[in-house]
Structure formats: C-alpha cells, structure tokens
C-alpha cells in the first residue's frame, strides 16, 4: 500500500483509528464490539471522524472529531499521530462533500455520554442532540447515503461496523506518521 500523504483522507471520508495502548475506554469499546459479534480485526477500531480534506495549503487536514466534552474541528496529525488508522470510502458514489458537511455541523454539540452507556445499559434514554463518535459520523453519512446500515438506528452504529461493512472500501491503512 502507498504511504501517507495529506491528501490520502479526503473530504468525507471516514477514518477508523484503533484502540491506544491501555487506553480504558477504547479497550471497553474493544470489548463491546468483541461480544457484538465482531472480529479482533474489526473491534481494534475504537474511534471513528469524518476528515475535512486538505486545507488550501494541503499540509494540514481537518477532521470532525466527537470526543469528550464536545465535538470540534482538528487536526488528523496533531490527534493521531503515531496511532494506526484505515481510512474508507464508498464504494458506490457518494458526494463526500454533503457528508463533510453535515459532520461539521455537529462541531460544538456536547458528547453523548449516556449514548455510549446505552451499548451496556439498554433501558437508558436516548439524547437527540448529542452524539457519539460512530453515532455522529452515522448521522452525517446518512444526510447523503440514507440506507447506510440499513435499518440500524445511528446510536447503535459502533466503529466495528465501519470496518466490516460491506458497502465500504479501504483506501489506506498503517501508521499516521509524526511528519508528512
């Protein structure tokens, strides 16, 4: 496979990164997927963002990341450098400008903690102006391609789904490294 460059995570594009080290949370998440069903080569991906693309200067790209306290624009290097990572795509058309788009729109909605407790505590409530990683990335995907895991509600999309799905291609998959 090439190596990475900023323009390998183009805009819409999804980006699964994978569990960090003896990271807790990750490694419940892991866990979750694990009982879900799903292979250690699916599980390992505990996050999921929506890139932005390059900037104009292409030396910095832009993802949607939804992580504690609140969702926000950053930098895919400056949040995941050094940490493996497998950047999808459709493999049918889609225009990942509208996904982009409506990503960015989440920025500043405060994270879905009880959204996440809901994986292990069911008869929890569900808070439609928050979001969860998979399950913001979910929504955005939908605003373009409305049968993406078909009837699965958004909140019980977890990273492992993106991994395995079929409707799904892998671009590129290693480590992000520190310099580009």
Same mark, same amino acid.
């Given at each position: 496979?090439?190596?990475?460059?900023? #323009?390998?995570?183009?805009?819409?594009?999804?980006?699964?990164?994978?569990?960090?080290?003896? #990271?807790?949370?990750?490694?419940?998440?892991?866990?979750?997927?694990?009982?879900?069903? /799903?292979?250690?080569?699916?599980? &390992?991906?505990?996050?999921?963002?929506? +890139?932005?693309?390059?900037?104009? *200067?292409?030396?910095?790209?832009?993802?949607?990341?939804?992580?504690?306290?609140?969702?926000?624009?950053?930098?895919?290097?400056?949040? /995941?450098?050094?940490?493996?990572?497998?950047?999808?795509?459709? *493999?049918?058309?889609? #225009?990942?400008?509208?996904?982009?788009?409506?990503?960015?729109?989440?920025?500043?909605?405060?994270?879905?903690?009880?959204?996440?407790?809901?994986?292990?505590?069911? /008869?929890?409530?569900?808070?439609?102006? *928050?979001?969860?990683? +998979?399950?913001? +990335?979910?929504?955005?995907?939908?605003?373009?391609?409305?049968? /993406?895991?078909?009837?699965?509600?958004?909140? &019980?999309?977890?990273?492992?789904?993106? +991994?395995?799905?079929?409707?799904?291609e892998t671009v590129w998959e290693g480590i992000i490294p520190k310099e580009v």
């Amino acid at each position: 496979m090439q190596s990475f460059t900023l #323009d390998v995570p183009r805009m819409g594009y999804i980006v699964l990164v994978e569990r960090a080290g003896k #990271d807790l949370i990750g490694g419940a998440i892991e866990k979750q997927q694990l009982a879900a069903g /799903f292979g250690s080569q699916h599980a &390992k991906y505990t996050h999921v963002v929506i +890139s932005g693309g390059c900037n104009s *200067k292409c030396d910095k790209v832009y993802i949607v990341n939804i992580q504690p306290p609140k969702a926000r624009l950053r930098d895919l290097l400056e949040a /995941f450098a050094g940490r493996n990572i497998k950047v999808m795509r459709f *493999k049918a058309d889609a #225009d990942y400008s509208r996904i982009a788009y409506f990503a960015a729109t989440l920025c500043d909605r405060p994270y879905d903690w009880l959204g996440v407790l809901k994986f292990k505590l069911g /008869f929890l409530f569900q808070v439609k102006e *928050k979001f969860f990683c +998979s399950e913001g +990335s979910a929504w955005a995907i939908r605003m373009e391609v409305p049968g /993406f895991y078909g009837a699965l509600p958004d909140y &019980k999309i977890m990273p492992a789904h993106y +991994s395995a799905s079929d409707e799904l291609e892998t671009v590129w998959e290693g480590i992000i490294p520190k310099e580009v």
